[in-house]
């Protein structure tokens, strides 16, 4: 698999985890879609797609990894307008003015029935260890992606001392 873009990092500290423990760690993680009152879900799958049963590929001292993340797609001009709809019926029926610790209750129940009807929208980061040269290499382009990446493999693995690799101009 070739990279479009990537955010390369290097490992302060060399991995050593067997390939046994690196699965069994990354099976704790594993990716469940989204459950009808989840806002997001992210986890490792298999890197080989429908062609592999493993959560981590070791080839030529390298190792992929994909992980997916799943986010429910609600859009926040709806649920404004629900919870605006929801606040005028209550203030006209009970002749009552609505505060803010009432409207934050009504948008927590707006958000709880309307979340099993959203879109879920699927994410796949990819990304490798390549243990001879110490380094993480994510296919991003933005930072913010690559710390969800990395983030989840420092959850996964209980540690992992990264820094972003610096090139001399």
């Not at 009552?96 to 610790?101: I, K, L, Q």
């Not at 129940?109 to 309307?114: E, K």
Request: overall charge positive; some cysteine; proline content about 4%.
């Amino acid at each position: 698999m070739i990279f479009k873009s990537a955010r390369i990092y290097r490992l302060t500290t060399p991995l050593t985890i067997s390939a046994e423990e690196l699965e069994k760690q990354l099976a704790e993680y594993a990716f469940t879609p989204c459950e009808s009152f989840q806002l997001s879900s992210f986890g490792w799958i298999e890197p080989l797609g429908k062609h592999g049963k493993l959560l981590a590929h070791h080839a030529n001292g390298r190792i992929m990894f994909t992980a997916c993340k799943e986010e429910r797609l609600l859009p926040a001009g709806v649920i404004r307008d629900v919870v605006e709809q929801e606040v005028e019926l209550i203030e006209t029926e009970q002749a009552r003015r609505v505060f803010a610790t009432e409207k934050r209750r009504i948008k927590e129940d707006v958000i709880s029935r309307l979340l099993p009807q959203a879109f879920a929208k699927r994410r796949k980061i990819y990304g490798y260890l390549d243990t001879r040269s110490n380094l993480l290499v994510v296919e991003s382009t933005t930072l913010k992606v690559a710390e969800e990446f990395i983030q989840l493999l420092r959850k996964t693995l209980g540690t992992l001392p990264v820094i972003p690799l610096i090139t001399q101009q």
